[in-house]
């Protein structure tokens, strides 16, 4: 088999069935050979190590935020962001076959999940809810053990995967809930004509520090995307900043743009050029 026929290698978070799974079936094309992890680092470290061309993790979530654990690996692995797809977050509630809800007693899911689904799951005060590590790992454990007494809210992809049935679909309380997903790999993509650009910097501990380094892009008209601080790993009460802006980091613009920035900041690190599809 050649270079060309051979599947790509791509890792994620999660059992088989979870929404990582769903959203790099959607962002990658061709033959695929899907690597379940039990962990974020665990992602990353399978792609510095090698073992995969690439990962897919989750970075923001249209409800929750940001995904500060995948930020902090962004910062500590040597990898780049070479793509993005927002999958919209659809909640199911999976039994195992012949198992009605007037039978359920208990409910399986991620926390954040579980949070999601907070009017539905109110609706059913007698059920017993039950967090673990894992939305398709809660649909496994059904399956696994046999549980005709309980229910697990995943995503549909989960149910076909365990041989589970959707009880009801769709039980999340905001039906516009999108997570934002990234492609990591060791090198950069080729650029596009409609780019994003996310990096890293720490500003020096100055008055109108953080005013200058934006100010680098206002004056070249480069469009920011989003700002966000967060502390420092290295110096209690100090912030590092993680910056979207549009267009490519080897587009002259931007290249000078980041070559100002390196000048005036104590750090600043290029976490990725990538297509725009969010």
Request: proline content about 5%; hydrophobic content about 35%.
């Amino acid at each position: 088999m050649s270079s060309e026929e051979r599947n790509t290698l791509v890792a994620f978070q999660g059992e088989h069935g979870a929404f990582s799974e769903d959203a790099a079936c959607e962002m990658l094309a061709g033959p695929l050979e899907l690597k379940p992890h039990s962990s974020l680092p665990a992602v990353f470290d399978a792609v510095e190590a090698g073992e995969v061309d690439c990962g897919v993790v989750p970075i923001e979530n249209s409800l929750g935020g940001s995904i500060n654990q995948t930020y902090d690996l962004l910062l500590k692995h040597s990898l780049v962001i070479t793509d993005e797809f927002g999958l919209r977050v659809r909640h199911c509630l999976m039994a195992l076959p012949g198992t009605t809800e007037s039978a359920v007693k208990r409910v399986y899911s991620h926390p954040q999940a579980l949070a999601q689904c907070e009017r539905f799951l109110e609706g059913h005060p007698d059920w017993e809810i039950h967090a673990l590590y894992d939305t398709a790992g809660s649909a496994k454990l059904i399956a696994d053990r046999k549980l005709t007494d309980s229910a697990a809210v995943a995503c549909k992809r989960a149910a076909h995967v365990y041989g589970l049935d959707v009880l009801t679909e769709g039980i999340e309380d905001n039906h516009r809930n999108t997570t934002r997903f990234i492609q990591i790999r060791k090198r950069p993509r080729a650029p596009t004509d409609r780019d994003r650009t996310s990096i890293v910097f720490a500003s020096k501990d100055i008055p109108g520090a953080l005013f200058k380094s934006l100010s680098i892009f206002a004056i070249r008209d480069i469009n920011l995307k989003k700002l966000e601080s967060r502390p420092s790993k290295e110096t209690p009460w100090q912030y590092i900043f993680y910056l979207d802006f549009e267009g490519n980091a080897n587009d002259e613009p931007c290249r000078k743009a980041l070559i100002h920035l390196e000048e005036i900041c104590q750090y600043v690190k290029i976490l990725g050029s990538y297509p725009q599809n969010c």
